[in-house]
């Protein structure tokens, strides 16, 4: 366990750093996808957690658009530094360096819980939520975005396991060679799926195969660089039905679970309360 999590903080501290330039520009956040699909406020309470902050871009948002509420910013990867890098002017931030397996904080001491798209590339994504239910205060909760199956979606279904596949090969590469290899296969990608889909989106009777086909939300011909780095080289990777999310989240110590899916991903956004 211990060699895969280096791993997978080897693999996403390249990303954050070869992307922190290009995503520091861009207007897309993380978690403004999460909050527009959740009906109240996120951020809340005096003091809460990002599980996995990557490149820290929605830990600043975050503090910066909420002075009053402290909030930590904890991740396995370099992109800590990174974080440390866009946030030192603003003075409600910690930063932690630890895997979301170990958290090492103490009991009941959180208002929210934040993570996007991390318990997933965990060993154990029970663990990593059962350690947030233990430092979220009593009926404080947790958000997560959760990779989907795809079981009731044959093409995203069989695009998955074709990547499985893939990334018995791809794991091995070193970041930089995996990083060229995702950026050359990027174009071909979005012709193949992005370009179509977008074609069918138009047309109401194909509207339908336009959402079932994977890979349909490219914006350009490189734009599915960081997406195909991030879905071949994870060492780790669960995904869940919403049976599945559900059992996680309640066999974690959570009540008054909400599931909904996040379009544009193609996964789910989920949030309960600590019981």
Known sequence: MINKLKKTGDIYGFLWRKTSTRQAASPSLHFNKMQEVVPQSIVRGKMGIEIGSGNGRDTCFMAKNNPAVRVISLDLSDGIYITRNITRDLKNIALLKASALSLPLKNDIFDFAYSFGVLHHTPNPSMGLREIARILKEGAPAYLYLYEDHAENFPKYLAIKLIN?????????????????????????????????????KFKFTRKLSDKMPFNFGTHLFSLTGDLYDRLGAPIEYRFSRQGVNKLFSESGFSNISITRLKESAGWIAWGYKN
């Open 165 to 201: 596949f893939l990334r018995i090969l791809t794991t091995r590469l070193h970041p930089k060679a995996l990083f060229v290899f995702s950026f050359l296969l990027s174009p071909f990608t979005v012709v193949f799926f992005t370009y179509p889909a977008a074609i069918f989106r």
